[in-house]
């Protein structure tokens, strides 16, 4: 049955503490390994940006077949839990490895990267993957999964602000002057936490709701039926790729825009911990989903975005403007963050009462999945693209034409796209109120009766 029940708070923490696992290793890849590659690994910034392209487009294929897995998952844990039990150690490894940094020729350098990157995005998708099917699993009090949901988007912002402030000064501390041997060393000790949060998650959560079909294997052609007529699901898909360009470009293009724009290196944590004041608008989302329909509180979120990188445009080098519009961004991105993955968990609920079938693992793990991966690798190639079209050479003065594009880079491009968001979001509909879906499923699996 559709179970209503509410979460326990040790649970939600717990449940959150996977995304600060996630976040602290991870958060080191998306948010600096471009940086790690281009200036202390020393790959050309070309080959960079056809490099995280490429193996964001590589690893979109094991999202859906990860999904299909978790759907044919059946254990004592449930579906998606047990993935996290199984992965979380080889994700650590693979991060350390990534940034191991082995001595090799510029080919060699080139091969290696994008190996260890490919294996890192994969098995980073089989623990991850499974904390958003699990959310459509933990109950279906839309409420208490927004609540859920905030509690781990907090906690991978606290992840992500622990690596915002520790990350460099570890790095200088650990390295002794070494940048390549102090993001190993951090590295290893990221990954040893991440791993002991990751098992707090599986050993403190449970997967609750159940269905007709939640203990069975779901056949591929099964699953795929709950796509067809999931206008919603294609809808969070789009929104789940465009929202992470969006902020993966901005997140990759500051250390660029900081150190050669700015001109100060040194205001880098400053400026990337300040953008987890996103924290305040996550704070937010609960109270404002008691009062306000889903989609028009993320709309909003994204439109506050996009001003709040006008604002750093207005302040030029000014800091405390760059520090204020910061800020203001990102409790703007603190709305969205908060419900995306709430608006794709709905998804599910709507395809089972579309179609009569539940595929949370291929429905979540494929918009999640491949929307996080071709977002992400979009959101970091595009940057090194724009920067190579205007002639950027590491450590070195930069040119007007360059700082130019590392200005469209930080500012404009995460613009565009926060606006593309919101268009997105203008055309969001269920067919009809969210609450009489989940009302018709209950009395469905009460009267254990098809869907017409």
Same mark, same amino acid.
């Given at each position: 049955?559709?179970?209503?029940?509410?979460?326990?708070?040790?649970?939600?923490?717990?449940?959150?503490?996977?995304?600060?696992?996630?976040?602290?290793?991870?958060?080191?890849?998306?948010?600096?390994?471009?940086?790690?590659?281009?200036?202390?690994?020393?790959?050309?910034?070309?080959?960079?940006?056809?490099? *995280?392209?490429?193996?964001?487009?590589?690893?979109?294929?094991?999202?859906?077949?990860?999904?299909?897995?978790?759907?044919?998952?059946?254990?004592?844990?449930?579906?998606?839990?047990?993935?996290?039990?199984?992965?979380?150690?080889?994700?650590?490894?693979?991060?350390?490895?990534?940034?191991?940094?082995?001595?090799?020729?510029?080919?060699?350098?080139?091969?290696?990267?994008?190996?260890?990157?490919?294996?890192?995005?994969?098995?980073?998708?089989?623990?991850?993957?499974?904390?958003?099917? *699990?959310?459509?699993?933990?109950?279906?009090?839309?409420?208490?999964?927004?609540?859920?949901?905030?509690?781990?988007?907090?906690?991978?912002?606290?992840?992500?602000?622990?690596?915002?402030?520790?990350?460099?000064?570890?790095?200088?501390?650990?390295?002794?002057?070494?940048?390549?041997?102090?993001?190993?060393?951090?590295?290893?000790?990221?990954?040893?936490?991440?791993?002991?949060?990751?098992?707090?998650?599986?050993?403190?959560?449970?997967?609750?709701?159940?269905?007709?079909?939640?203990?069975?294997?779901?056949?591929?052609?099964?699953?795929?039926?709950?796509?067809?007529?999931?206008?919603?699901?294609?809808?969070?898909?789009?929104?789940?790729?465009?929202?992470?360009?969006?902020?993966?470009?901005?997140?990759?293009?500051?250390?660029?825009?900081?150190?050669?724009?700015?001109?100060?290196?040194?205001?880098?944590?400053?400026?990337?911990?300040?953008?987890?004041?996103?924290?305040?608008?996550?704070? *937010?989302?609960?109270?404002?989903?008691?009062?306000?329909?889903?989609?028009?509180? =993320?709309?909003?979120?994204?439109?506050?975005?996009?001003?709040?990188?006008?604002? =750093?445009?207005?302040?030029?080098?000014?800091?405390?403007?760059?520090?204020?519009?910061?800020?203001?961004?990102?409790?703007?991105?603190?709305?969205?963050?908060?419900?995306?993955?709430?608006?794709?968990?709905?998804?599910?609920?709507?395809?089972?009462?579309?179609?009569?079938?539940?595929?949370?693992?291929?429905?979540?793990?494929?918009?999640?999945?491949?929307? =996080?991966?071709?977002?992400?690798?979009?959101?970091?190639?595009?940057?090194?693209?724009?920067?190579?079209?205007?002639?950027?050479?590491?450590?070195?003065?930069?040119?007007?034409?360059? *700082?130019?594009?590392?200005?469209?880079?930080?500012?404009?491009?995460? =613009?565009?796209?926060?606006?593309?968001?919101?268009?997105?979001?203008?055309?969001?509909?269920?067919?009809?109120?969210?609450?009489?879906?989940?009302?018709?499923?209950?009395?469905?699996?009460?009267?254990?009766?098809?869907?017409?």
């Amino acid at each position: 049955m559709h179970n209503n029940q509410k979460i326990p708070l040790y649970e939600k923490i717990s449940y959150g503490l996977g995304d600060t696992a996630c976040n602290l290793i991870y958060m080191v890849v998306t948010t600096y390994l471009t940086f790690y590659f281009t200036d202390v690994y020393g790959i050309s910034v070309t080959v960079v940006g056809v490099l *995280m392209l490429a193996v964001r487009f590589l690893d979109m294929i094991d999202s859906p077949v990860l999904g299909i897995l978790i759907d044919k998952t059946n254990t004592r844990w449930g579906k998606s839990r047990p993935w996290i039990l199984w992965f979380c150690i080889p994700f650590a490894a693979s991060c350390i490895m990534l940034f191991w940094g082995p001595d090799l020729s510029a080919t060699g350098k080139m091969i290696y990267a994008f190996a260890a990157y490919v294996m890192v995005s994969v098995f980073y998708s089989c623990v991850n993957n499974p904390l958003s099917t *699990m959310l459509p699993s933990l109950t279906s009090d839309q409420q208490e999964r927004t609540v859920a949901n905030t509690f781990r988007m907090l906690g991978g912002q606290f992840g992500g602000l622990i690596v915002n402030m520790t990350l460099l000064p570890l790095v200088a501390f650990l390295g002794a002057g070494d940048m390549q041997k102090g993001f190993f060393a951090t590295l290893c000790l990221y990954a040893v936490v991440g791993v002991a949060l990751l098992l707090i998650t599986f050993f403190n959560t449970r997967e609750r709701v159940e269905t007709s079909s939640s203990k069975q294997s779901l056949p591929f052609k099964e699953g795929i039926k709950s796509i067809k007529g999931n206008t919603p699901w294609l809808m969070a898909l789009l929104l789940t790729i465009f929202c992470y360009i969006c902020y993966t470009q901005r997140s990759t293009a500051a250390i660029y825009y900081l150190t050669y724009y700015i001109g100060q290196p040194d205001v880098v944590p400053i400026v990337n911990s300040l953008a987890m004041c996103s924290i305040l608008g996550l704070f *937010m989302v609960p109270f404002l989903t008691r009062h306000f329909d889903k989609r028009w509180v =993320i709309l909003v979120g994204y439109a506050v975005f996009a001003l709040g990188q006008f604002i =750093i445009f207005l302040g030029d080098k000014n800091l405390w403007i760059i520090y204020f519009g910061t800020v203001f961004g990102a409790i703007g991105k603190g709305f969205t963050s908060g419900l995306l993955f709430v608006m794709i968990a709905d998804t599910v609920d709507f395809g089972e009462w579309k179609s009569g079938i539940r595929a949370q693992g291929l429905l979540v793990s494929t918009a999640a999945g491949i929307g =996080i991966k071709l977002g992400a690798g979009l959101g970091g190639a595009i940057p090194m693209w724009i920067l190579a079209s205007g002639g950027y050479v590491a450590n070195q003065p930069q040119s007007q034409e360059s *700082m130019n594009a590392i200005v469209a880079s930080y500012i404009w491009v995460p =613009i565009a796209f926060a606006l593309i968001c919101v268009l997105i979001l203008l055309f969001f509909k269920y067919e009809k109120p969210f609450n009489e879906i989940i009302a018709d499923l209950n009395e469905r699996n009460k009267n254990k009766q098809p869907a017409q």
